[in-house]
């Protein structure tokens, strides 16, 4: 099986140089799909052996460049601020033995584990285990055949994962890898903690209720 790693990007000049670096030890390659960032960041990650690409600026518009310039069996959607293990290789591998296995992800931990990082890993696991949502931060994988056949992430301004995971969700049988887990950064809601975990509640459950993403982007800062 091959595996290619895509990393989104916009002005992580401070985070891709070790994030491709330990994506090189998971994938076949590791494809970073700019968005047009003012900084280094595509330069240092073509040092460190990605195959940069660009792209209109919108995480699922660059997810979907980077697909398609993929060659892998499987692709590996990681965000440039998240670390996989290299055993994580080898759990995508045991997942997709199964021929009913689509897609699937890991569990999240967030860095620097505080308090609140680790009620917010806490909160992510049980939902994820309850009610079958998670987000592109826990590293999300899938079948390239079962990507293509979902037409890949929707041009949303936000939710462009909850989108696509609730759709493949629907399509195939998933996976939940909890032996491994991925690091991801907790800078999203470090200053802000109980704001951070309002906001997500109610935006999800105002899509959930039809709700338009351009709408809801006004709502959430990291979309605007």
């Given amino acids: 099986m091959r595996l290619s790693v895509v990393v989104p990007t916009f002005n992580e000049a401070l985070h891709i140089e070790d994030t491709v670096s330990a994506a090189l030890c998971i994938g076949d390659e590791v494809i970073v799909a700019d968005g ?4 280094e960041t595509a330069e ?44 994580a290789r080898v759990a995508i591998e045991r997942a997709l033995v199964d021929p009913e296995v689509g897609g699937g992800n890991f569990l999240l931990r967030f860095e620097p584990c505080t308090r609140w990082g680790r009620v917010f890993g806490w909160a992510n ?20 055949r079962v990507f293509d056949a979902l037409g890949g992430y929707s041009p949303l301004p936000i939710l462009e994962d ?25 800078r999203r809601f470090a200053h802000t903690p109980v704001r951070t975990l309002c906001a997500w509640g109610i935006v999800q459950g105002l ?5 338009p993403p351009w709408a809801l982007a006004k709502l959430y800062p990291d979309a605007r």
Avoid: M, W
Wanted: proline share 1%.
């Fill in 36 to 39: 047009g960032s003012a900084d």
């Fill in 207 to 211: 899509y959930s209720l039809g709700v």
């Fill in 44 to 87: 240092l990650a073509s040092a460190a052996g990605a195959h940069v690409v660009t792209s209109a600026k919108g995480r699922g518009a660059q997810l979907n460049v980077g697909a398609e310039c993929a060659v892998g069996d499987a692709l590996l959607f990681l965000h440039a601020d998240a670390r996989l293990p290299a055993e």
């Fill in 162 to 186: 909850f989108d696509f995971v609730r759709r493949l969700e629907r399509s195939v049988h998933t996976v939940y890898i909890r032996d491994v887990s991925v690091s991801a950064s907790s």
């Fill in 125 to 144: 696991d049980v939902r994820r285990r309850q009610l079958g949502i998670y987000y592109g931060d826990s590293a999300i994988f899938v079948r390239r």
